[in-house]
């Protein structure tokens, strides 16, 4: 049954445009053609008489023809993520010359169990919490400063609109990654002291059209060329495709770009805290300038997804640096948000000066209402008080 299904499969699917479909198409032609030895015998107790198990292709490995009663295995298949080849897969012909069904699936079934290293599951699935956790705090951060900007409506100005379309956008993403890992994996003082080009040559309108409307051209382009390959739209969300390489290029310019204005942003920093000329700086201001040097680096990184560089430098698999790689870049990726929210709104001192007026003015209006109350039960009780 499975053999007519690849069969059908392959014929109707063009294995080149897919580099998973191809190697199994290449290892299910090799099953049936060659008569290459698979599997080895590893426990049997048969007749030469007794029938024999076809040879089988169960979708990842092929199976010899076997001898009744007998337990046969080969290395696990490398191609499936999360299994290790040096570990063994196995397959038990039953007396009666058939394969081993599944006692749930009441399907042929290759056990395939012992392959899974379950450390390195134990560790992905780890790095995976870590994500969802990292972009769930990110998210609660985004929409917390998101209704900061809405609700303090004295608090309008043009850069805090676009600061509140880059939350927005945040969030879309967040919960976008959220809904993939759940289902389908089971330095204001730079900004404020940058604000000529924001108030006087482009407006924001401006920065809407450059920040939703050129990465939606991007996605539009990358879907309408996805949509015209052949199986282009299938399993989408998991397998890549050649018209990757047009958000990839996109992607490349974007970190080019924000790498220039760290470097800026930088330089204009580190030439507002140098001392005029007439002083010279001690030992106190040089660690001071450093400081803040290193701590502005260190937010700005994932604010302008520069960790995301870091992606072609990724260590061998099940290696001790491909370990702390992931552990690195699940808390930059995943608290990216948190960051920005931290930048733009929880350390901007306007925000926490409106804040405090705004809940001064609260406790105010609170405090009136409390003596109105007092002063009308008074009045109630002693109509002739006065």
Same mark, same amino acid.
């Given at each position: 049954?499975? #053999?007519r299904?690849?069969?059908?499969l392959f014929s109707?699917t063009?294995?080149?445009?897919?580099?998973?479909?191809k190697?199994?198409?290449?290892r299910y032609?090799?099953c049936?053609v060659s008569n290459e030895t698979h599997?080895?015998i590893?426990? #049997?107790?048969?007749?030469?008489?007794?029938?024999?198990?076809?040879k089988?292709?169960?979708?990842f490995s092929?199976w010899d023809?076997?001898?009744?009663?007998?337990?046969?295995?080969?290395?696990c298949?490398e191609?499936?993520?999360?299994?290790d080849?040096?570990?063994t897969?196995f397959k038990?012909?039953l007396?009666?010359?058939?394969?081993?069904?599944?006692?749930?699936s009441?399907?042929?079934?290759?056990?395939?169990?012992?392959c899974i290293?379950?450390?390195?599951?134990r560790?992905?699935?780890?790095?995976?919490?870590?994500?969802?956790?990292?972009?769930?705090?990110?998210?609660?951060a985004?929409?917390?400063?998101?209704?900061?900007?809405?609700f303090l409506?004295?608090?309008?100005?043009?850069?805090?609109r676009?600061h509140?379309?880059l939350?927005?956008?945040?969030?879309?993403?967040?919960i976008?990654?959220?809904?993939?890992?759940k289902?389908?994996?089971?330095y204001?003082?730079?900004?404020?002291?940058?604000?000529?080009?924001?108030?006087?040559?482009?407006s924001?309108? #401006?920065y809407?059209?450059i920040g939703w409307?050129?990465p939606?051209?991007?996605?539009?382009l990358?879907?309408?060329?996805r949509?015209?390959?052949?199986?282009?739209?299938?399993?989408?969300w998991?397998?890549?495709s050649h018209?990757?390489?047009?958000?990839?290029?996109?992607?490349?310019i974007?970190?080019?770009?924000?790498?220039?204005?760290?470097?800026?942003v930088i330089?204009?920093?580190?030439k507002?805290?140098?001392?005029?000329? #007439?002083?010279?700086?001690n030992?106190a201001?040089?660690?001071a300038?450093?400081a803040?040097?290193?701590?502005?680096?260190?937010?700005?990184?994932?604010?302008y997804?520069?960790?995301?560089?870091l992606?072609?430098f990724?260590?061998a698999p099940?290696?001790?640096?491909?370990?702390?790689y992931?552990?690195?870049?699940a808390?930059?990726t995943?608290?990216?948000?948190?960051c920005?929210s931290?930048?733009?709104?929880?350390?901007?001192?306007?925000v926490?000066t409106?804040?405090?007026?705004?809940l001064?003015?609260?406790?105010r209006?609170?405090?009136?209402?409390?003596?109105?109350?007092?002063?009308?039960?008074e009045s109630?009780?002693n109509?002739?008080?006065?």
């Amino acid at each position: 049954m499975l #053999s007519r299904f690849l069969n059908k499969l392959f014929s109707q699917t063009n294995v080149t445009e897919n580099p998973q479909l191809k190697v199994l198409y290449t290892r299910y032609e090799e099953c049936f053609v060659s008569n290459e030895t698979h599997n080895t015998i590893v426990q #049997s107790e048969y007749d030469e008489n007794a029938p024999r198990c076809p040879k089988t292709f169960d979708g990842f490995s092929c199976w010899d023809e076997t001898p009744s009663n007998t337990t046969v295995v080969q290395n696990c298949p490398e191609l499936i993520n999360g299994f290790d080849p040096s570990r063994t897969a196995f397959k038990e012909c039953l007396e009666n010359g058939t394969w081993l069904e599944h006692p749930e699936s009441k399907k042929v079934w290759t056990n395939y169990t012992t392959c899974i290293d379950y450390d390195d599951l134990r560790f992905r699935n780890v790095i995976n919490n870590m994500y969802v956790g990292g972009y769930a705090i990110s998210l609660i951060a985004l929409i917390l400063s998101l209704m900061i900007f809405v609700f303090l409506r004295h608090f309008q100005y043009k850069r805090t609109r676009i600061h509140a379309n880059l939350f927005i956008s945040f969030i879309l993403n967040n919960i976008m990654w959220i809904v993939w890992y759940k289902t389908v994996v089971d330095y204001i003082e730079v900004v404020q002291e940058n604000t000529v080009s924001i108030n006087e040559y482009i407006s924001v309108r #401006s920065y809407c059209a450059i920040g939703w409307a050129i990465p939606a051209l991007v996605v539009a382009l990358y879907t309408g060329v996805r949509m015209q390959l052949r199986y282009g739209t299938e399993r989408c969300w998991m397998d890549q495709s050649h018209a990757l390489w047009i958000i990839v290029i996109a992607v490349v310019i974007i970190l080019t770009l924000s790498f220039l204005f760290l470097v800026n942003v930088i330089r204009v920093l580190l030439k507002k805290m140098q001392p005029p000329a #007439s002083n010279q700086p001690n030992e106190a201001a040089k660690k001071a300038a450093r400081a803040t040097a290193t701590l502005v680096i260190y937010f700005m990184i994932p604010l302008y997804g520069l960790h995301f560089i870091l992606i072609p430098f990724q260590r061998a698999p099940e290696s001790i640096g491909e370990k702390i790689y992931q552990v690195v870049s699940a808390l930059l990726t995943s608290l990216q948000g948190l960051c920005v929210s931290i930048l733009f709104c929880f350390t901007n001192n306007d925000v926490k000066t409106a804040l405090t007026n705004y809940l001064a003015r609260y406790k105010r209006k609170t405090e009136a209402i409390q003596m109105t109350g007092i002063t009308t039960g008074e009045s109630a009780v002693n109509p002739n008080a006065a």
